[in-house]
């Protein structure tokens, strides 16, 4: 009985001391006269941890590192030195942007990393991959917007596709409208209109009417001529200008059976 039990005890010291091994935060140190270096090396990282953005040098050697994410030196714009290598890097499509950022600041690369897997490429420096290396990741890229259903990229297409044709729509419809005519029939009982009188729709000739029933009052037929004019105008008179005005400026006809 006691030989397991002192059996499980060291496995359990073996476990949490790797363990603590494993979870050691990088080491962060003040440059002179400024700067940052983060040592992060043989801490068996598999993922890239969170770097400050004032980070000058970078080491990250001898982990389990097989990529680096997109854009992940981006907003690093004041290093100066960067340890990669040994690092076991999976050269496939994800891997481009690892060898497009070395291209462009190879000075800083203390070591150039080399490619783990596949064994097509293995111990290959990431750098030295050319651009037909790449040429296939295209193909898969367009491979798996035709499958995944869920493409960002398409999804915009296809609502920029749908805005254009909402566009041409409505302009087609705007231009339609002003070319066509409308015809409004009405019926009998409807037809008559009452209009106002110029006492309403003229004051100004009514300032004029009242200012020659002054003058010309001892005359009768101006008068009756005056009345004439301050009577409401009768239906047939003022239908005709109406139809005119709605047919030259509207388009409209109206058709009374």
């Known amino acids: ?16 001391s ?3 091994r ?15 270096s ?65 291209l462009k600041n ?3 690369i203390s070591e150039e990393p080399l490619c783990f897997s596949p064994g097509s490429v293995g111990q290959k420096a990431i750098i030295g991959l050319s651009d037909g290396y790449f040429s296939y990741c295209t193909v898969l890229f367009i491979h798996h917007m035709s499958t995944s259903g869920c493409v960002y990229v398409s999804h915009n297409t296809t609502a920029a596709v749908m805005l254009c044709c909402i566009i041409f729509l409505l302009l087609w419809s705007l231009k339609l409208a002003r070319r066509s005519t409308f ?20 004051p100004k000739h009514r300032r004029r ?3 020659g029933l002054s003058v010309v009052s001892a ?24 139809l005119e005005t709605l047919q030259k400026k509207h388009n409209i006809k109206i058709k009374v059976p």
């Open 1 to 16: 009985m006691l030989l397991p039990s002192v059996t499980l005890a060291v496995c359990l010291l073996l476990t949490l």
């Open 18 to 20: 790797s363990a603590q």
């Open 22 to 36: 494993t979870a050691r935060p990088c080491i962060f140190s003040e440059l002179q006269p400024s700067g940052l």
């Open 38 to 102: 983060v040592n992060c090396s043989s801490l068996n990282l598999m993922a890239f941890p969170h770097l400050p953005s004032e980070t000058t040098e970078l080491y990250v050697q001898n982990n389990q590192l097989t990529s680096v994410p997109p854009g992940q030196f981006d907003r690093l714009v004041n290093l100066k030195k960067v340890s990669l290598s040994p690092n076991p890097f999976h050269c496939d499509c994800g891997i481009q942007y690892l060898r497009d950022w070395m």
């Open 106 to 108: 190879r000075a800083i």
């Open 183 to 202: 015809t409004l029939y009405v019926e009998e009982r409807h037809s008559g209109f009452e209009a106002d009188s110029l006492r309403s729709l003229k």
């Open 209 to 211: 009417l009242h200012t």
């Open 219 to 242: 005359d009768s037929d101006s008068l009756l001529l005056l009345d004439d004019l301050e009577r409401p105008l009768d239906n047939m008179e003022l239908l005709p200008q109406v």
